[in-house]
């Protein structure tokens, strides 16, 4: 089912080229407002990306939010961040979920900060002055980039760490095939930078360019490498056995989740805080791995996930 656009939502969608996509949640899966809660009465928009992890992060949020009281409009499926924070940022949408890796590039900023709490600080003080947007606190869950292999190949090779990796790629490079997407290639804070970082430059006879969705089954059956870029909560990772080596040197940003809302709403509903941050803590990395497995390796539905994972935690 498809949730018909507001007018505000239909003329911005209209505007932007990369278009946007909305969603709803089927009747028994988000249900309506509670009768009664600290949200009762007030109505608010909520939004995200269009992958697994944004789509269920929308929905646990819409539903969260309902279950104390509010009426929620969907606008889940949006086609990317400049979409999203548009919406946002105009007000045609009142939230959603952003990576504090992908705000900081979004505001333009080059110098690189690799501290989670430090970018937090700088990110979330500069966007609200600047946009009145603000980042409640960050979750723990981090979907950096991340580098990952095969459990029992890593343990073969005795690599547990990047560091590791740069020398197994510096004196077997053979053993190291690496498989990325096109970005991550021609990112500064992808390979180019990882290669610089560590010290080593792997012969591009042992790195090979792929689509994001093929690398995790690449690296899971070591064909044609058995090294892969990936992103650290991807239900993949868990589901076909692979394991992340640590960024010993902390090279990749931080991408941890924030729910940005617009000040202006926050001003008048303070109680949104409040009623996330249940949801805000038990958001880590692992956690999302498995909810993400549940949608793209269990078959089940962003709505599904959502409010089952809900009531497991009393918080629906």
């Known amino acids: 089912m498809r949730k018909v656009m507001s007018a505000a939502v239909a003329l911005l969608c209209a505007t932007l080229s990369s278009g946007c996509a909305l969603t709803s949640s089927p009747p028994g899966q988000g249900g309506g407002p509670a009768e009664d809660g600290p949200l009762k009465g007030v109505t608010l928009n909520v939004a995200s990306k269009n992958f697994t992890e944004q789509l269920l ?142 010290g080593f430059r792997l012969p591009k006879g042992k790195v090979a360019e792929l689509a994001e969705g093929p690398i995790y089954n690449a690296v899971a059956k070591s064909n044609p490498c058995d090294f892969g870029e990936v992103f650290a909560t991807d239900g993949r990772i868990s589901a076909l056995g692979l394991t992340l080596l640590k960024d010993d040197k902390r090279y990749f940003p931080p991408y941890n989740l924030s729910l940005n809302v617009r000040g202006t709403v926050l001003h008048k509903n303070p109680q949104i805080s409040t009623v996330m941050a249940p949801v805000n803590k038990l958001l880590t990395t692992s956690q999302l791995q498995k909810l993400n497995a549940r949608i793209d390796v269990d078959g089940k539905t962003p709505e599904e996930v959502a409010g089952q994972w809900l009531s497991d935690n009393n918080l629906k």
Not at 68 to 74: I, L, S, Y
């Open 57 to 198: 992060l929308c929905e646990i949020t819409a539903q969260r939010l309902e279950s104390q009281g509010a009426k929620v409009k969907r606008t889940c499926g949006m086609s990317g961040t400049n979409a999203v924070r548009a919406a946002l940022t105009s007000g045609a949408v009142d939230m959603y979920w952003e990576y504090t890796g992908s705000g900081w590039l979004a505001l333009q900023q080059k110098e690189t900060v690799t501290d989670p709490q430090a970018l937090y600080r700088k990110l979330s003080a500069m966007d609200k002055a600047r946009n009145d947007v603000v980042w409640l606190p960050p979750a723990a869950a981090n979907n950096t980039y991340a580098v990952a292999a095969k459990t029992e190949t890593a343990k073969k090779l005795h690599v547990s760490t990047l560091s590791d990796y740069a020398r197994l790629a510096t004196a077997q490079p053979g053993s190291a095939g690496f498989c990325g997407a096109s970005e991550f290639f021609g990112r500064d804070d992808g390979w180019p930078g990882l290669q610089k970082t560590y």
